[in-house]
């Protein structure tokens, strides 16, 4: 079950019903947004650490994840045995007694959701949770060890991306689902749908993720550390290097894309430019010549 409320329909685009994957999906999808904790209410099906969760006679567990910088997240503070101790939000350098943060991954009693109001905006970090704890109801912190990146900035997205490429991730990498080739790891990954049209002197150089139908022209550049999404056509001389492009993004010739983002079924002119935390919207035409950012 996907809980969601902004850009709900290019979300179930992208992941439709699961099946690419071998899952079932489903939308719970907000009319208005909810808050952190409206989402899960709404949602009412969750599931993670049911092990933990059941050996602890936990009624509340929150997956928790270590990071290095602690600066812009709520800290989560245990004893000894996983039980939540206090919740600290935004703390100063002073308050940061842990490393560990709230990864947005929670496993409830369903009884525990009639706490959470309906129609209105609700917290999880300062509304739910502290409640819990006041009340005395166990409520446990599972500190997970596998790869976790908050994707909620253009940033973070990208280095989502990256992170893939370079090997940090494991996954079996196969763009849309096409059974293209797949040689080398870590960063020497290089994966190209089966039916990418790649003229004679066209360069993919790893580690490169390339979608289904797309087309590289002569003499164009695509990588290290880029991703094409299905559709895409780079034309002669283009270079795109640390770039994401979603799909059916058509680049024109000799033009650069350089450690952006770019949306789907955008048109890039002959020669423009996009540069470094450059984003295009969907649907965007950059003119000839153009120089993104300004």
């Known amino acids: 079950m996907l809980s969601c409320s902004y850009l709900v329909d290019e979300i179930r685009q992208a992941m439709g019903d699961g099946s690419r994957w071998d899952v079932t999906l489903e939308y719970a999808v907000e009319t208005e947004p909810l808050g952190t904790a409206g989402g899960v209410r709404n949602a009412a099906d969750l599931s993670a650490m049911l092990r933990f969760h059941g050996e602890r006679g936990s009624r509340a567990t929150i997956f928790l994840t270590r990071v290095e910088d602690t600066s812009p997240y709520g800290l989560v503070e245990l ?3 996983g ?5 600290v939000e935004k703390p100063s350098p002073a308050d940061r007694t842990t490393d560990t943060i709230n990864a947005g991954i929670y496993v409830l009693d369903a009884a525990l959701l009639d706490r959470i109001p309906t129609g209105r905006v609700a917290s999880m970090e300062r509304e739910f949770f502290p409640g819990l704890l006041a009340d005395g109801v166990p409520c446990f912190g599972w500190i997970g060890d596998c790869y976790w990146i908050d994707i909620g900035s253009p940033e973070k997205y990208r280095q989502a991306h990256l992170d893939l490429l370079a090997g940090r991730v494991e996954t079996d990498l196969d763009p849309a689902g ?3 080739g797949r040689a080398g790891g870590g960063g020497d990954r290089r994966t190209i749908a089966a039916d990418v049209t790649l003229a004679a002197r066209a360069r993919a150089t790893a580690p490169v993720v390339i979608g289904a139908g797309c087309r590289l022209e002569d003499d ?5 550390s880029s991703v094409l999404g299905p559709g895409c056509v780079v034309g002669a001389a283009a270079a795109v290097e640390g770039a994401v492009l979603w799909e059916r993004v058509s680049v ?3 033009a650069v894309l350089r450690d952006c983002i770019v949306g789907a079924d955008v048109r890039v002119g002959p020669h423009a430019q996009i540069g470094p935390g450059a984003v295009v919207e969907d649907g965007a035409v950059v003119a000839s010549h153009a120089r993104l950012p300004r």
């Open 79 to 81: 004893a000894g045995d």
């Open 83 to 87: 039980r939540v101790r206090r919740f």
């Open 252 to 254: 024109g010739a000799g």
């Open 220 to 224: 164009c550049r695509v990588g290290p």
């Open 178 to 180: 096409a059974g293209g």
